[in-house]
């Protein structure tokens, strides 16, 4: 059975799977985030399980094909490296899905942290837009926003 799934789920479906089961996660975190919806299944830990699990498929996956982990380290040696790196695939799609759920985490932490605020849901709209495009950038701008709607700076919460 484990082989039918590998055969189905090649590499290239699940970077199409994944690219299509992120947008209802996204599309709930934008523009129904005060919805029981988005508290129960987006700003949980359900998101994450699922992505986890793809993760530690492609683990499996890349394990039984012979994938050489330890090369993933080669990463810290300097630019080129990575560059040899995301030549492979399976390194891509690794990297690929910690891209999503890290930014998926942002945008569930900015739902989150702003209704403990009261912040109005219009207000956190393209901060969210952004951080599912470019995590950093959407999170530093809701920080501003967030200074000047709560009227204080805060550097940990």
Request: one cysteine or more.
């Given at each position: 059975?484990?082989?039918?799934?590998?055969?189905?789920?090649?590499?290239?479906?699940?970077?199409?799977?994944?690219?299509?089961?992120?947008?209802?996660?996204?599309?709930?975190?934008?523009?129904?985030?005060?919805?029981?919806?988005?508290?129960?299944?987006?700003?949980?830990i359900i998101p994450?399980?699922?992505?986890?699990?793809?993760?530690i498929y492609l683990f499996y996956y890349f394990f039984t094909t012979g994938f050489n982990f330890f090369e993933n380290f080669n990463l810290y040696l300097g630019l080129y490296e990575l560059i040899d790196l995301f030549e492979n695939e399976a390194f891509l799609v690794l990297f690929w899905i910690h891209f999503l759920s890290i930014n998926l985490f942002c945008g569930s932490w900015i739902?989150?942290?702003?209704?403990?605020?009261?912040?109005?849901?219009?207000?956190?709209?393209?901060?969210?837009?952004i951080t599912y495009f470019v995590g950093p950038i959407g999170i530093v701008l809701y920080w501003f926003l967030r200074i000047f709607f709560a009227k204080k700076i805060t550097l940990f919460d």
């Amino acid at each position: 059975m484990i082989e039918q799934i590998a055969t189905f789920f090649s590499i290239e479906m699940i970077y199409l799977w994944l690219n299509i089961g992120i947008i209802p996660f996204w599309f709930v975190l934008i523009f129904f985030p005060q919805s029981k919806i988005c508290g129960l299944f987006v700003t949980s830990i359900i998101p994450l399980v699922i992505l986890g699990s793809v993760y530690i498929y492609l683990f499996y996956y890349f394990f039984t094909t012979g994938f050489n982990f330890f090369e993933n380290f080669n990463l810290y040696l300097g630019l080129y490296e990575l560059i040899d790196l995301f030549e492979n695939e399976a390194f891509l799609v690794l990297f690929w899905i910690h891209f999503l759920s890290i930014n998926l985490f942002c945008g569930s932490w900015i739902v989150k942290d702003s209704q403990k605020i009261n912040m109005s849901k219009f207000l956190i709209f393209f901060p969210l837009i952004i951080t599912y495009f470019v995590g950093p950038i959407g999170i530093v701008l809701y920080w501003f926003l967030r200074i000047f709607f709560a009227k204080k700076i805060t550097l940990f919460d």
